[in-house]
């Protein structure tokens, strides 16, 4: 599959959604915390057993997704970086990393240069991912408890 801008905001708004959804589902005051096994029967891989569930109970996924979200995360790793690399080319260097990248600006402890060969390639691209350092943003809190009540009127 050629990768396009818009792929790239997809996959990438998919990894925040399923986050958020299973943050939502794995939360023992959450009111859609039953969700969880029904989750797990589709597989140990969130990414796939996310809407492989929404598929099966037939659930579109997409009016749910935060592009908005990665759309801002894109425009302050484009500032940040400075000519040097864009969200976009990174996605295009390594699917992997960009996901890596987004997890990490909402809190997770993984960067894009968690392996040394990616922290390699970032160097020489001039890179310093210390310039986002202190970046934060909101995951999809809000996207996950609506896909938790999407689910609800169909488990």
């Not at 990393?97 to 691209?125: F, Q, S, Y």
Request: net charge negative; proline share 3%; glycine share 8%.
């Amino acid at each position: 599959m050629r990768k396009t801008q818009n792929s790239m905001y997809a996959a990438l708004a998919l990894t925040l959604l399923v986050d958020a959804y299973c943050g939502e589902i794995e939360d023992q005051e959450s009111p859609h915390r039953g969700q969880y096994e029904v989750m797990r029967k589709f597989g140990r891989e969130l990414t796939t057993a996310v809407p492989d569930m929404a598929v099966h109970y037939g659930v579109d996924l997409t009016p749910h997704l935060p592009i908005e979200t990665i759309k801002k995360m894109e425009a302050t790793v484009n500032e940040k970086w400075a000519g040097n690399l864009t969200l976009f080319e990174l996605y295009k260097h390594s699917e992997k990393m960009a996901h890596r990248l987004i997890l990490g600006l909402i809190g997770h402890g993984v960067n894009a240069d968690d392996d040394t060969e990616d922290a390699e390639w970032l160097e020489r691209k001039g890179i310093d991912l210390d310039t986002l350092h202190g970046e934060y943003f909101e995951g999809a809190h809000d996207a996950g408890f609506a896909l938790g009540e999407a689910f609800e009127k169909k488990v």
